[in-house]
Each structure stands twice: as C-alpha cells, then as structure tokens.
C-alpha cells in the first residue's frame, strides 16, 4: 500500500524544479507560467514517497464584476502524474490550492482547463463560449480605415489606467497587477503594444500583437489585446492591423484576444471570410455565495427581492436564500421561504458572470421559475457581459 500523499507549498527550487518537470511529462509540453508566475504564485504540490505527483499554482488577483473588483482564487497548471490518475488525488490537489486563497478573502475562483466536464463535477461552469478568429488582412484593409488616430508604439502609465477601466466594462476581466507587462513578455517575447488617440487627446485604444510562426503561410500576425473605447478607435485598431496585408496573409485573434462585441460581423463586407475555431472555457466557481453577492458590483436602476434555492444536480434542495438588490448593493440572507428561483451553484455562477443573455437561454439551462420572474433576475447581470481577456 503506497504512503499517502503529503500536500505542502513550495519553498525551495528542488521542489520547484520536480513540479515543473511533473507538469513537462504531464501535459507533454514544458509550462512557461511555472517559471513565469513563479515569484507571483502559491504553488502547492502533493508529494508521495518523497517524490512530486501531483501540483499546481494559484493567484489570487481581482476580477471585475457589475464593475466592482472581486477577490479571486485564478487556478492554472494543475497536474497529476500519469502514473496517479483514477485516484481522485486532483480532487484533494484542488481542495489544497484554494485553502490558502479563500484564507486570503478569495471568494470566487476562475480556471481554464480542457476538462470541462470534470471541472464541472467540482462545482465550476462555463459563463460563455470562447473562440478565437481569423480573418484576412487583404479583408480588414477593404473594409477598415482610419479616421485620423495617432497611432504611438509602446505603453505608459495613461495605457493601463486605460484597460484597467475598460476591463470593468465586462465580467471576469483581471484588474491587471504590475507585473502582468512582464509576465506577458515572457510568454510573448515579440509582443508589441500600441497605443491609440485622436490628436492632442488621450489614448483611446490599446492593441497588443505577435508575428508569429504559421506552417502554411509563414508568418501570421496574432492579437492578444484589443481594448477600445467606441467603434471609431476600434475601426483604427482593425484598419492598422489591415495594413500589414502586403506580407501576411491573415490576421488571428487569440481566444482571449477579442472583445465579444460585433464590430467584424458589421464591417466586412464578406462575413464568411471571418472563421472562428472554438476553444475550451474559462470557467467560474463561487466560492462563498453570500460574499460574492456583497462585493459584486449591481445595477443602480434595478431593485429586486427574491427567494432562490439553491439545488444539486438531481434536484435535491440544499441552500435557501433571500436575493436583495437595491441602491447598486447586493444581499443574500438565509431564509426558510421557498424559493420563486431554483438552480444549481453553476447555473448562480452563470447568472453571476452574465451568461444568461435571455429567459429562454436560462430556461434551456435548466434556471427554473416563471418567465417574468427569470427576467426579473436577469436583469441584475446582463447589464455587462462575460469576457475574460487573459489566458493563465
């Protein structure tokens, strides 16, 4: 019978170097982030026998909510050892990474992980789809142009105030830290960041681009930010990006790189020339449901009190609670009233995050209660919706 598992944080490189080993042989390719978000990061690892099986690392860093910055426990490179698998052992791995981020006031968590359906068992649901597209540059060049934009390569202190506030235009953007310029040259060494603005004015678009290696074509340019004030700067954005047509062929906006708004889909004039491949989701779990409704940020036009149980999968009620939401605040009671809405803790994550867009959308999910009353509930969190710009 083998030693049980010890869980531990790392402290020292031996140790480190063994989990970023693990993680090479476990996802068949080395993991930059290991290195990367070292120093940023609580790693935690489960050893056994004196040797690493199982790890992963954990940040806890806001995310944006109805506007407001949310404490979050951000999960990536979570592995277990080929040999270990089958033994639940990345369920207690899971437990072991969050424990010290709630500790630390987390009070929901985001990952990204291919195994959404095992994810999904842990409590975690997917608020959107993900896709990345690819267009032709010959395209954005016919269809995009410029309306008199300075156009400034590099970035400053005025570019990230600027995507500091427009990533609380969406649900599940970071509140970027300081060291995110860093950590993003790291992963993305030719990455180069221009800044946009009406002459004499101040920036008004931010576009981060790679050229980067294609097998067919050569080279491809590959966007990882676009974050853009109003159409006319996003038309610039897209027309500057037209222009390098004489030397490569398509333009791709990595999963993570474009806003889910239809600026492509009204502008060219040959839709069928955007093509979308899809992506696993990032996904979101609340961690403590009254907290999370209490730091979330709310709509100050809209006034709500509703009862809402929340169920398993099978239906079997576990939680009541009393939704309050008046003045831009939000409150969830416990109550003994039996709830007008019944849904699961992924379905509350959705709603959350924004990702019903209507009451036939909630109702085709599985939100159960009565039309006007979904409606009601909605209307609390569509008001922004789910994107998450950073890939982790």
């Known amino acids: 019978m083998p030693d049980p598992a010890v869980f531990t944080k790392v402290t020292d490189d031996d140790r480190w170097q063994e989990y970023d080993r693990l993680a090479a042989r476990s996802y068949g390719h080395p993991v930059d982030d290991i290195t990367l978000l070292r120093s940023h990061a609580d790693i935690r690892v489960a050893v056994r026998d004196g040797h690493v099986v199982a790890g992963g690392l954990g940040l806890l860093l806001p995310q944006f909510f109805g506007g407001a910055p949310v404490p979050s426990a951000l999960l990536g490179a979570g592995c277990v050892a080929p040999e270990e698998r089958g033994a639940h052992l990345s369920i207690r791995m899971i437990s072991e990474r969050l424990r010290p981020l709630r500790d630390q006031g987390a009070v929901i968590s985001t990952l990204w992980t291919a195994s959404s359906g095992y994810a999904r068992r842990l409590g975690w649901e997917a608020p959107t789809q993900v896709y990345s597209w690819t267009v032709p540059t010959d395209a954005l060049r016919r269809c995009f142009t410029e309306t008199g934009f300075e156009i400034t390569h590099g970035t400053n202190a005025k570019v990230r105030l600027l995507q500091n506030d427009l990533a609380a235009w969406w649900n599940g953007t970071w509140q970027r830290p300081e060291w995110w310029p860093e950590w993003q040259q790291g992963k993305h060494p030719g990455l180069a960041t221009y800044q946009f603005s009406r002459p004499g004015q101040e920036p008004t ?6 050229n980067e290696h294609h097998p067919i074509e050569g080279r491809q340019v590959v966007v990882h930010d676009f974050w853009a004030t109003d159409q006319d700067t996003g038309s610039a954005m897209l027309a500057f990006l037209g222009r390098h047509n004489s030397r490569i062929p398509t333009v791709v906006f990595q999963r993570t790189g474009l806003p889910p708004a239809p600026l492509l889909l009204h502008r060219l004039d040959h ?39 929340i169920v398993t999968e099978s239906g079997e009620t576990t939680e009541r609670f009393m939704l309050r939401i008046t003045d831009g605040k939000g409150d969830l009671e416990p109550t003994t009233h039996a709830g007008r809405i019944t849904l699961t803790r992924g379905q509350f ?5 924004g990702g019903y867009r209507s009451t036939v959308a909630a109702a085709l999910a599985g939100v159960a209660a009565p039309p006007l009353t979904i409606a009601r509930f909605l209307a609390a969190t569509t008001e922004r919706e789910p994107w998450l710009a950073d890939h982790f």
């Open 205 to 210: 678009g931010v576009l981060s681009v790679a």
């Open 271 to 309: 839709p069928g020339s955007l093509t979308a491949r899809s992506w696993h989701p990032w996904m979101l779990r609340i961690l403590d449901l009254r907290q999370a409704v209490r730091l979330r940020g709310w709509p100050d036009e809209v006034s709500a009190t509703l009862p809402i149980e």
């Open 349 to 353: 994550a959705v709603w959350y995050a």
